[in-house]
């Protein structure tokens, strides 16, 4: 709720838009239908946050879903879980003339349920960046391979989102050329540093 909160105070009114009914695996598919209206225009911006689970299994990078349920029949595989791949297409397809992916999505390191001695989400977020060759589209993500998101439990808040909230708000200007606009690169090294 407090990153929510935070991110709904750096834009007034209805620049902001959650997508709360997304968070279940049926609701996920409808992502290109509501994002479409939000970027319409070809000289507009998308930063589109993504808070959850970023997980790995044989080699594809998946979000887990509000509904997922771990099961061993064959049938169910996919149940409760979307490929990262398709939300890149998805937001790729968006006519911005930017187009900004947060993942914060870091929080699950291993999971022997799932047969995940080490996630590999982050490397295969690099990939599927890659296969997207869309050089209107870029990520922040919270980690690398091997790390993990943080909580900043006094604040109750992602400590990524956190910084990256900070950075929009104007504090990665003034860390940067202090020309009183949010340059990307300023962005990712305030976010990063």
Known sequence: ???????GEL????QIQYLDDLQDSDGIKKLANRLAPLAARPDDTLVFYVSG???????????LCSDFLRSDDPREADSGRYELGELLSQV???????????LDVAYVAVDPRLGMAVNEFPHLLHEEVRKIEDPKLWVLTANEPLETSHVCYGQRRSLFSYWVTEGLRGAADEA????GTVELHELFRFVHD
Do not use: F, I, M, T
């Open 1 to 7: 709720q407090r990153d929510r909160k935070a991110w």
């Open 11 to 14: 834009l007034p009114g209805p």
């Open 53 to 63: 689970h970023g997980v790995s299994e044989n080699g594809k990078a998946y979000l």
């Open 92 to 102: 790729r397809d968006s006519r911005a003339k930017l187009k900004l992916v947060v």
């Open 176 to 179: 940067g050329d202090k020309s």
